[in-house]
């Protein structure tokens, strides 16, 4: 009996006088299929390898078989199971024999058919944890060759490498080539303890080409290859698989690359990712419970041209210097399956740990994760997903497309502690990290979230997005009443807000790129009370707009006269600080800004407020001061608005010389910043009128004479006058005394006298000198 891939049960049968020249006397079993033989017997048979029962799967299950009397050429496994390893060679087979205990054969005299009930509690062949059961290698040689002679199209190759074992990868690739449909090729680490097999070096390590071929790969690790480690070239209907595999310390443009070879180029190590890109599908890959780590590539990790990629259970941390993050989607037929994979501390270029190009599919994203990662890429600066604009091609100069969220509050890989993310809580009471801020608005069903009183949230290179209506972010009190500030320091950006919000009592310090992307539709209000805004850098400090253009675009197209469509930012009782754009510290694209009661000082940037594409600003109680700007302190282009300037101060702002100090009013769309014609709408309010609000000291940077130097001005003047009366008062004194003395000189003592005016005349110059 030969059991290719089934399921074969034996029951009370006999087995006599067979012979088998090539394999066994009996049975063979092969390809992951499986046996059950019970109370049979095998009695002078003859086969090549084994004389009863020969095993070439995972599964074979016997008790109470009897065998005698039979015949094995090689190796001697004559009465017992002999389980073989996983490939041929031309020494034959290595394997175990396993005793068949039985010492009288149990099969009754007349054959009979397999009983309805199943026999209970066969037993289970099961080796010793020390020994390996298949026929394995140790050598990258020896896994070539065996691979170029013995693979067999058609059927399923099982090619077993050594546990433990290194395998130093030579300069070309191992192909893996078969165009019959049906051929199953696996390569599989096996070892009961867990330990991995190691290819390491080389240019590349695999390269997967044909038709209609499945391919496995399990518990091996990749390390070291300077091109790329695995090349995924078949056609469409062609699928490979990697269980539990690691991939560290790549080079090259890319880890693994799939593409389907037969449609386009051929890669080598000039090819340009699109040169390989060519309409058509390419295969199939999926990676389950496999990591990507340290990999220092050039274009992404993985790259997937026109294939199906899934991804389940995986984690990519440490990976730097791509072009296009961890995982790069190309052409129309590319589609991504992302389930419960961890992105962590991953260093890109381009935005977009996931980089989906125009027309590629994130078919799922589910429960996956991201902490810490990283882009240089400061105008377009997405570190989770990012998709190319439609129409859009990215080159040196930008990206330009949206960007989207993992949706998981931490890692759901088990047993993967993330600078101990495990342990995040969602706070009943308050947060006091970023992360479990950041965690509770993406995971909880609330809408209301307490900053605890004092804490300081260090950023990361993450905003917080918020995309609910009614949400409200607030400082924790203290017995009742606020007390410590709240503050949230450091990172690149603070908060995206595209729903409805109120923050209140927060402190926003030193954002790298802005610390407010307000990006919510024109029926969305994001209300800041007792806010205060210091140290930042980047393009702004607030940013709103509502497009998907990315900073570039936006400052590009300034003066554009697109539709209004963002929403409404108000900020109540706020001040905004020491911060240094290179844009302005408010830029409005579309939107409706509206500030009261707010204070705005000692701020540089182009302008400190500037207005574009029919926004709108409201100024109500606001004071400015100590600003300095290259353009105008506030400037509205002809599209916009400025509904209201009511009580409103400003002093000491500087502006260029030919730049307007106060509200500038472009008079013409086609105005440019250098060049531009308009009106310079004056503050309407002579004192700030906020009850806390004190004059700022003189600005030794600024130019022309402020209310400081006036102060002082006045305040030496008054002074002078008060010397020069007390100055006229003591002259008046002393000639009344000199006058005296003359009427009675023959009854004073001229030397005494002399002492005594000279003593007078001190005291009298001390007294001055203590006034001045």
């Not at 990712?273 to 058509?280: E, K, R, V």
């Not at 023959?746 to 000279?758: D, P, S």
Request: proline share 2%; glycine share 8%; charged share 20%.
């Amino acid at each position: 009996i030969a059991n290719l891939k089934g399921s074969l049960n034996v029951f009370n049968c006999k087995f006599k006088s067979n012979k088998g020249i090539t394999i066994a006397g009996g049975i063979m079993e092969w390809f992951d299929g499986s046996i059950l033989v019970e109370k049979s017997c095998f009695t002078d048979n003859y086969g090549m390898h084994a004389g009863s029962i020969y095993v070439k799967g995972h599964t074979a299950t016997e008790t109470e078989n009897f065998s005698n009397n039979n015949e094995a050429s090689d190796p001697l496994c004559k009465n017992g199971l002999f389980l073989a390893g996983a490939s041929q060679y031309d020494g034959g087979p290595k394997g175990l024999c396993v005793t068949i205990a039985r010492n009288e054969c149990g099969a009754e005299n007349a054959p009979t058919v397999q009983p309805t009930v199943a026999p209970t509690l066969p037993m289970r062949i099961t080796l010793p944890p020390s020994h390996t059961p298949f026929e394995c290698v140790d050598s990258w040689s020896t896994l070539k060759s065996l691979i170029a002679t013995k693979l067999i199209e058609g059927i399923k190759n099982v090619f077993a490498i050594c546990p433990g074992a290194v395998l130093l990868a030579g300069e070309d690739a191992i192909a893996l080539n078969a165009t019959s449909e049906g051929t199953d090729i696996r390569l599989e680490c096996y070892s009961e303890a867990g330990e991995s097999c190691l290819i390491k070096g080389g240019r590349r390590h695999f390269h997967i080409l044909g038709e209609n071929v499945k391919v496995t790969f399990r518990n091996i690790k990749f390390e070291g290859s300077k091109e790329v480690s695995i090349l995924a070239a078949a056609d469409g209907e062609s699928s490979l698989m990697f269980k539990s595999c690691e991939w560290t310390g790549n080079k090259g443009p890319s880890a693994m690359l799939i593409y389907h070879e037969m449609l386009g180029d051929t890669y080598n190590v000039e090819s340009s990712i699109f040169s390989l890109l060519y309409p058509g599908k390419s295969m199939e890959v999926y990676f389950d419970s496999c990591s990507f780590t340290a990999n220092k590539v050039t274009a992404a990790v993985i790259v997937n041209i026109g294939g199906t990629l899934g991804l389940s259970s995986s984690f990519f941390q440490s990976n730097e210097d791509a072009a296009r993050g961890c995982i790069q989607n190309e052409g129309a037929d590319s589609s991504l399956v992302l389930r419960d994979s961890c992105f962590f501390e991953n260093y890109s270029i381009g935005p977009g740990m996931i980089h989906l190009t125009d027309g590629a599919e994130l078919s799922v994203n589910e429960q996956n994760y991201g902490y810490d990662n990283k882009v240089e890429d400061n105008l377009n600066y997405c570190t989770d997903i990012f998709s190319l604009r439609t129409g859009e091609v990215c080159n040196s100069a930008a990206c330009l497309g949206s960007c989207s969220t993992f949706d998981a509050p931490r890692c759901n890989i088990p047993g993967l502690d993330l600078h101990g993310d495990s342990e995040i809580t969602d706070h009943s009471s308050c947060h006091d990290t970023w992360m479990s801020l950041r965690s509770a608005i993406r995971d909880s069903r609330t809408n209301v979230f307490v900053i605890c009183n004092g804490a300081v949230l260090q950023a990361d290179d993450s905003a917080i997005i918020v995309s609910r209506n009614d949400i409200t972010i607030k400082c924790g009190e203290l017995n009742g009443a606020a007390s410590a500030p709240c503050m949230i320091k450091g990172g690149r950006s603070h908060f995206q807000l595209k729903g409805s919000i109120l923050l209140k009592g927060l402190t926003f310090e030193a954002a790298e790129f802005s610390s407010i992307v307000a990006k919510g539709s024109s029926d969305s209000v994001a209300t800041f009370q007792e806010c205060i805004w210091r140290k930042h850098s980047g393009n702004a400090t607030i940013m709103i707009h509502s497009s998907d253009n990315e900073v570039t675009d936006l400052l590009q197209s300034a003066s554009s006269s697109s539709a209004a469509s963002a929403m409404t930012v108000f900020l109540e009782d706020c001040l905004l600080e020491r911060n240094e754009v290179t844009f302005a510290a408010i830029a409005n694209f579309g939107g409706n800004l509206r500030l009261m009661k707010t204070v705005l000082r000692r701020n540089i940037g182009f302008g400190v407020i500037m207005a574009f594409q029919h926004s709108s600003l409201e100024l109500s109680e606001t004071c400015m001061t100590q600003n300095n700007a290259e353009n105008s302190i506030v400037y509205m282009d002809i599209s916009s608005t400025l509904i209201s300037n009511d009580n409103t101060f400003g002093v000491d702002n500087q502006a260029d010389s030919e730049g307007c100090h106060e509200i500038f009013m472009a008079g013409s769309m086609a105005c440019t910043f250098s060049n531009c014609e308009g009106d310079c709408e004056s503050f309407e309010s002579l004192t700030c009128p906020l009850p806390s609000y004190s004059n700022p000291s003189k600005n030794e940077d600024t130019k022309g004479m402020s209310m400081a130097v006036l102060a002082g001005i006045i305040s030496g003047v008054v002074v002078g006058l008060l010397i020069f009366l007390i100055l006229t008062l003591y002259c008046c004194r002393r000639k009344k005394r000199r006058k005296r003395r003359k009427e009675d000189t023959f009854n004073v003592n001229t030397t005494g006298t002399t002492a005594g005016l000279e003593g007078s005349f001190q005291d009298d110059e001390i007294s001055i000198l203590s006034l001045q």
